[in-house]
């Protein structure tokens, strides 16, 4: 059973060690870039914290579970597959947008489909979570700190 955890927790992990050597290097440039940066690590760093936790729990309820029965390995679930490609074209697709639409409507943008990509079918989930998510970070970066966001074409 926790190979199934170090298996759920690898790529997040991959992707965060990743995101931190980015963030390093660009501390090195400009004061701009460093700042355009430091929001979207500290929201990878959020949201794998709070993925370790969620994989963390399922696999707790697992291994309450019985335990399962030992077969030939399964073959890759290609749904799984095709959900782990999607998630990594919006991850692409929100850094490409985020200069041109700007942090905060890029960043609801993202939120909205990581969620319905995860599975989450209930709109109001899908609208609000990632509503609440910018204004905090919006608060927090642009208001408490003073750390200039992206605005995009719209000025917002």
Do not use: C
């Not at 799984?80 to 990594?88: D, F, K």
């Not at 993202?110 to 209930?122: D, P, Q, R, T, V």
């Not at 910018?134 to 927090?140: D, K, P, S």
Request: proline share 5%; net charge positive; charged share 15%.
């Amino acid at each position: 059973m926790k190979e199934y955890l170090l298996k759920k927790m690898a790529l997040p992990t991959i992707v965060l060690i990743w995101a931190g050597a980015y963030y390093i290097e660009v501390m090195g440039y400009s004061v701009k870039n460093h700042r355009l940066i430091q929001p979207i690590f500290w929201i990878m760093a959020l949201l794998y914290i709070i993925n370790g936790v969620t994989d963390y729990r399922a696999y707790q309820r697992r291994k309450s579970e019985a335990p399962p029965v030992l077969t030939k390995k399964d073959p890759v679930n290609r749904e799984h597959m095709t959900r782990v490609l999607a998630i990594i074209g919006i991850m692409a697709g929100y850094v490409a947008l985020l200069k041109f639409l700007g942090f905060v409507i890029s960043t609801f943008l993202f939120g909205g489909a990581i969620l319905y990509f995860m599975g989450e079918k209930k709109w109001y989930k899908v609208v609000g979570i990632p509503l609440v998510l910018v204004t905090a970070l919006y608060l927090i970066f642009r208001i408490g700190l003073s750390i200039p966001l992206p605005t995009g074409f719209l000025g917002i």
